[in-house]
């Protein structure tokens, strides 16, 4: 693996799922794997699972983390090619990044969309910028479209989790939030459950709420939650913003909130969210602190994903 910035970096999903697996059983097995090597991860915006996931993965490998939160504590960058740098903006990319490229073995990389336009954050600029001039292998910590930590961290959670010798019926659904929120979440999830195509999988969201067909393709869409709800074994809970009027908020519906009588009509579904979650806002207490919810076990699972990707990347 050269990068993993979407599902395209990856051979074979169910054997990284696989290898993630083995690293929850055994964490240290490969602990002199990264020895004398460096991950730097920066942040251009917040975070607390990913930074620390990826920070314990990867001394979990032996690797020395440095984390530098560049939004915070770093100079503004420059993304634009020719770009004259008159504004807020102090260093380009094109300086910065062969810099870093010298410091580290790996970069891993946050930044979020802007949400004001989806022609800039759907070219992804910022993360193929350092691609292009770091000149190391790069990871995602969540760019402007897509978070595949995350994504590669659920499918295992769902592999995990459900044993039936069928394909499990996963249901994507829309939940209330009081911020435009980024779509990288459910456009990841949906590119990674579509690609590894061992689901059954549908997509419910309000009116408006469609995501870029480039990512759902493959899943059926409703906008009839309850029907999409029925018989599920899993059901990811999630807000986003809207994709083609870009970056706003046209509902608020609290009828949307995942509740225990929602749950009802599911195969006693398991629930999932990326966190962090805004408790009755996108998900009910009783959910959250219910016998159903997963979202511990997921999150506790992004060290073994973000372990099995580093562990490609140093092996390749
Ligand atoms: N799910 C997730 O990426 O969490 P953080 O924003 O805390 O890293």
């Known amino acids: 693996m050269k990068n993993f910035v979407s599902v395209a970096d990856v051979d074979n999903i169910n054997a990284l799922v696989q290898k993630a697996l083995v690293y929850k059983t055994q964490p240290l097995k490969d602990k002199t794997l990264g020895a004398d090597k460096r991950i730097g991860c920066l942040f251009l915006n917040p975070s607390m699972r990913t930074r620390l996931s990826t920070q314990i993965a990867a001394e979990n490998l032996g690797m020395e983390a440095i984390i530098f939160n560049v939004g915070h504590e770093g100079w503004a960058l420059e993304f634009e090619e020719e770009a004259i740098?008159?504004?807020?903006?102090?260093?380009?990319?094109?300086?910065?990044?062969?810099?870093?490229?010298?410091?580290?073995?790996?970069?891993?990389?946050?930044?979020?969309?802007?949400?004001?336009?989806?022609?800039?954050?759907?070219?992804?600029?910022?993360?193929k910028q350092f691609i292009k001039y770091a000149g190391i292998p790069v990871i995602s910590l969540e760019s402007a479209t897509l978070h595949p930590l995350q994504s590669l961290t659920d499918i295992m959670t769902i592999s995990e989790t459900f044993k039936e010798k069928r394909k499990p019926k996963i249901v994507l659904s829309w939940a209330p939030h009081v911020k435009p929120l980024p779509q990288c979440v459910a456009n990841s999830f949906s590119q990674w459950v579509n690609a590894w195509g061992e689901a059954d999988f549908v997509i419910t969201h309000p009116e408006d709420y469609e995501l870029?067909?480039?990512?759902?393709?493959?899943?059926?869409?409703?906008?009839?939650?309850?029907?999409?709800?029925?018989?599920?074994?899993?059901?990811?809970?999630?807000?986003?913003?809207?994709?083609?009027?870009?970056?706003?908020?046209?509902?608020?519906?609290?009828?949307?909130?995942?509740?225990?009588?929602?749950?009802?009509?599911?195969?006693?579904?398991?629930?999932?969210?990326?966190?962090?979650?805004?408790?009755?806002i996108e998900l009910s207490d009783e959910i959250l602190d219910g016998p159903n919810s997963i979202v511990t076990q997921q999150a506790a699972n992004r060290v073994w994903a973000a372990q099995a990707v580093l562990s490609e990347i140093l092996n390749a």
């Open 85 to 127: 740098m008159s504004g807020n903006t102090v260093e380009h990319v094109k300086d910065a990044a062969p810099i870093l490229g010298k410091y580290f073995d790996i970069l891993a990389i946050r930044t979020f969309p802007s949400l004001k336009n989806r022609e800039d954050d759907y070219s992804e600029l910022f993360i």
């Open 212 to 280: 870029s067909a480039a990512f759902t393709q493959g899943a059926a869409i409703t906008h009839n939650q309850d029907e999409a709800l029925k018989d599920a074994d899993f059901v990811y809970v999630k807000n986003w913003s809207t994709f083609t009027d870009y970056g706003r908020i046209y509902s608020n519906d609290p009828e949307w909130m995942l509740t225990n009588e929602k749950l009802q009509l599911t195969n006693q579904a398991k629930v999932m969210h990326c966190l962090p979650v805004r408790r009755n």
